[in-house]
């Protein structure tokens, strides 16, 4: 059974930082993409970051690109999202997914996903 579970949401101020969490079970991460989406309330899921499964290659969606980082570590089975200079715009509920796909920045094409974690930035 495939199972991914986030942490590391929570309330923040703007300008601060977070990191989140994703532990992954019952699937090889190596082979896997994992990507970061968000939703807000009344919106569509988002894509925000995504990592290859060797880690060489990275994708980030313009608004939270040069403050997010994204990476990986297949030994622990974990994939992280480090976000900086939060704003209030980056409020959402944040996934991570899975694809076997080499790359997507696509929800739909991505058939695994976490319950998600709150990120709430205050202004």
């Known amino acids: 059974q495939v199972q991914l579970v986030e942490s590391g949401g929570g309330l923040v101020q703007t300008g601060g930082s977070l990191r989140l969490s994703c532990a992954a079970s019952g699937l090889p991460l190596t082979a896997y993409t994992m990507g970061w989406f968000r939703q807000a309330p009344g919106k569509e899921h988002e894509f925000v970051a995504a990592?290859?499964?060797?880690?060489?290659?990275?994708d980030y969606a313009d608004s939270v690109k040069g403050r997010a980082l994204v990476s990986r570590e297949n030994a622990k089975n974990t994939v992280a999202l480090q976000m900086n200079n939060l704003r209030p715009e980056d409020t959402a509920v944040y996934y991570c997914?899975?694809?076997?796909?080499?790359?997507?920045?696509?929800?739909?094409?991505?058939?695994?996903w976490g319950q998600g974690t709150q990120v709430t930035v205050s202004s």
């Open positions: 997914a899975a694809t076997a796909r080499r790359s997507s920045l696509t929800a739909t094409n991505y058939p695994y």
């Open positions: 990592i290859s499964w060797s880690g060489g290659g990275t």
